[in-house]
């Protein structure tokens, strides 16, 4: 598995990769100056959807010839989602984005089926990718933003989501640990009866080309001295890759944990559709949502 954001980055520059963005509510500075970095780069070109005067003072701000652009006057929320998923499914962009417009908004058109990006029976599921700076490398922690409280079902399908995102990112066999607050199976929690049918699932050979274990609790599942000092033997105890949360308030405190408490690097993804989608919180910085569109890019190979 790639490392870093900076391999992902020289990953994408190497393969000499360049794909098309529908910047969703581009009137952002953070959005758009993430999708001007990209562009210079040389990895991205861009169609950039919304309030247009707002966009081209922006784009002067980052001392950019706004002419150089394609830019689509739209001011509703609704009608700036719309428009970036249309161009994608038309072929005329290869990944919307999510800028300044609501979430809510913006996953509606993304699961509209006119668009026909959620295959029938799927599920779309998000996962935060993270730079794990104590042992340097990278990790994914899932669903933080989509499924609000899934079932067994859905976790199968929130796994095999994570699993093939980390394929992407050449891990060919991730390692994942689904969350609970104990390492006993316990009828009063559920999540720790859906953890541990989960790892007998892939036990079985249902759910593939990974390695699952749960109940997990979080500390047992990134250090392997707690896993040690509480007796736990497992092939993912202080070593997952693929951290699976039990709902998404878990999810959603956990993601903005690594973010503002331990200040890790991180990228958005959305898993579960037929095109890549970049989609992170509207407070994070243009950074994150460089490493985001980077993540969007790898999703494509």
Sequence with gaps: MLSTFQEIEEFVLNEKIRKTIALAGAHDADALSSVVNARRKGVVDAILVGHKDKIRDLLGELEEDAEEYVIMDVTSDAGIAAAACWLVADGKADIPMKGIIQTGTFMRAILDKTYGFVPDKGLVSQATVFEYTQENRLMLLTDCAVNIKP??????????????????????????????????????????????????????????????????????AVSAEAAKHKGIESPVAGKADILVVPDICTGNVCTKSLIYFAGYHTAGAINGTSVPVVMTSRTEGSQAKYYSILTAIMQTL
């Design 151 to 220: 079932e067994y079902s859905d976790k199968v399908k929130i796994v095999e989501n994570a699993v093939r995102l980390a394929h992407k990112l050449r891990n060919p066999m991730p390692k994942v640990a689904v969350l609970a607050p104990v390492e006993i199976i316990n009828p009063a929690m559920p999540s720790t009866i859906e953890a541990a049918m989960l790892s007998k699932a892939a036990q079985r050979g249902q759910i593939k080309s990974c390695i699952v274990d749960g109940p997990l609790a979080l500390d047992n």
